[in-house]
């Protein structure tokens, strides 16, 4: 399951006590305290997934820079240890640090956001004037699993949703929908999730304000159950987290979306079966109404119904630059297996003690394109880790002496703080002593902040690193 949307949720709502909110040109600043924030709300947070780290993202300071005299106020009470004798760049340096440190997170809700193009899309798989295809979901097309998906949680809806979800779910846009909601929870195309992500937040908090988290993030859970549904029951389970985030989120959200993102239709007949509505005979239909009322005029036929015209191609080189952009692979099963290593590698994280404020930054130096699973090593396994003199035993290991420290994501020098240089690392050996889970990952290619303060050193990653942070479990071997 994508780390971005998870099944535990969070509460629905959040107290902006703490919490700066601002208007700025682009649209609301939100910054405040992230101890606080529901899980369903860090997909959406500057500075996190597409966008790159926070300390790299000109946006946010632009934004920052944006504040007026009130919103610069505000921002006070939030950075901590800033008075009032700090001038307005140096509050923006601090709360750029606490931004990159973990200990704020900030948040844009955009003003305005332009149309969309449409992705091309999964196609159907069978006649789409069946209820559902043949056989099984996992023989079915994904945008197949999504439409099933939308089409039962409509009975799951409050009742005063339930009508105006059945309007809107006309067969043409529950198969346009489908297609964007499959993009948005996959991280497909590059781009079109982050813009769709755009679209939902500004329309969904103007409406609900801070529980249009909670609400995307269980609109996204239910569709990223969609895409990989078995069976009918995981079907049903995708429609019960779905309608969650509709509820929560209410239709027009939805609306909102599929005019952003999809062309007049011109009128297409609803997919999700009507209720009948009660019938009276024409001798009591005629005695009910007052002589003089004229007959009612009779509804013009409906077009007829076919399949929903393909969305245009997008232009290859336009798609190319987003994939590189948003660091997407434009592969719909390679950016769903990046989802699900994300989710191990986040719940690992969690289980060995690794405050939640870390974790994104440990996340940085993972390659989510490799292989990322958990391992146990047995006793007596050797290791090797690059340290600083006199630093710490750290939580990454190498299975490979040969290894150089750029390969495996860090700089090959360190500040000794007892002697105050910069010296070269040196590769100690350490063995387990007894048996201890890991988490295998290939390192990423990352510029090295952290080894020596002021300084960014490039690295190229590719290699096996091995995470634990028990340490009592490691013993060091002397060279």
């Known amino acids: 399951m994508p780390d971005s949307f998870i099944s535990g949720g969070g509460p629905a709502g959040l107290s902006m006590a703490d919490w700066m909110d601002a208007e700025i040109p682009e649209g609301r600043l939100l910054i405040g305290p992230t101890h606080g924030i529901p899980a369903g709300m860090r997909r959406y947070a500057l500075g996190g997934g597409a966008s790159g780290p926070i300390w790299r993202d000109a946006r ?56 969309l193009s449409p992705p091309p899309v999964d196609p159907p798989r069978h006649d789409q004037g069946d209820e559902d295809p043949p056989g099984q979901p996992a023989q079915w097309s994904v945008t197949d699993r999504v439409v099933a998906t939308l089409r039962r949680c409509v009975p799951l809806l409050p009742r005063d949703m339930q009508q105006a979800a059945k309007s809107v779910f006309t067969r043409e846009t529950l198969y346009w929908l489908a297609g964007f909601l499959v993009v948005w929870a996959g991280g497909h195309l590059a781009g079109y ?49 779905t309608a969650a985030g509709l509820t929560i989120l209410t239709i027009n959200a939805i609306i909102a979306l599929i005019a952003k993102v999809k062309p007049a239709s011109g009128g297409r007949k609803s997919m999700v079966a009507e209720e009948p509505q009660p019938t009276v005979s024409s001798f009591d239909s005629l005695s009910a109404q007052p002589k003089s009322a004229a007959p009612e005029p009779k509804p013009p036929p409906e077009p007829e119904v076919g399949p929903p015209p393909k969305a245009p191609i997008p232009d290859p080189g336009r798609r190319a630059y987003l994939n590189e952009k948003f660091g997407r692979t434009g592969d719909l099963n390679q950016d769903i297996n990046i989802r699900g290593r994300q989710e191990t590698a986040t719940n690992f994280f969690k289980a060995q003690g690794v405050p939640e404020q870390n974790i994104s930054s440990y996340m940085t130096g993972i390659d989510f394109t490799k292989p990322v699973d958990v391992q146990t090593l047995n006793s007596g396994k ?19 002496p040969s290894v150089q420290p750029t390969e495996l994501g860090i700089s090959p020098l360190g500040f000794n703080r007892a002697t105050q240089t910069i010296e070269p690392k040196v590769l100690n050996t350490y ?17 090295d902040f952290w080894s020596v303060k002021g300084q960014s050193f490039p690295t190229e990653g590719g290699a096996t690193q091995l995470f634990s942070t028990q340490k009592s479990a490691f013993n060091s071997t002397p060279q």
């Open 60 to 115: 946010v300071i632009r934004y920052l820079q944006g504040l007026d005299a009130i919103g610069r106020l505000r921002l006070r009470h939030v950075v901590q240890g800033v008075d009032f004798r700090v001038s307005d760049t140096q509050l923006i340096d601090q709360a750029m640090r606490d931004l990159a440190m973990g200990s704020l997170s900030a948040f844009l809700i955009p003003r305005a956001v332009a149309p």
């Open 193 to 241: 999730g982050e813009a769709i992500d755009l679209i939902l937040l500004g329309v969904g908090y103007a409406m609900v304000g801070w529980s249009v988290f909670q609400g995307l993030n269980d609109l996204g859970h239910g569709i990223a159950l969609a895409t990989t549904a078995k069976t009918q029951h995981d079907l049903d389970e995708a429609a019960r987290r």
């Open 382 to 400: 050797t290791l090797y880790q690059y340290q600083t003199p006199g630093a710490p035993q750290g939580n990454w290991y190498s299975p490979n």
């Open 431 to 447: 063995t387990t002593t007894q048996p201890v889970s890991v988490l295998r990952s290939t390192s990423a290619a990352v510029d």
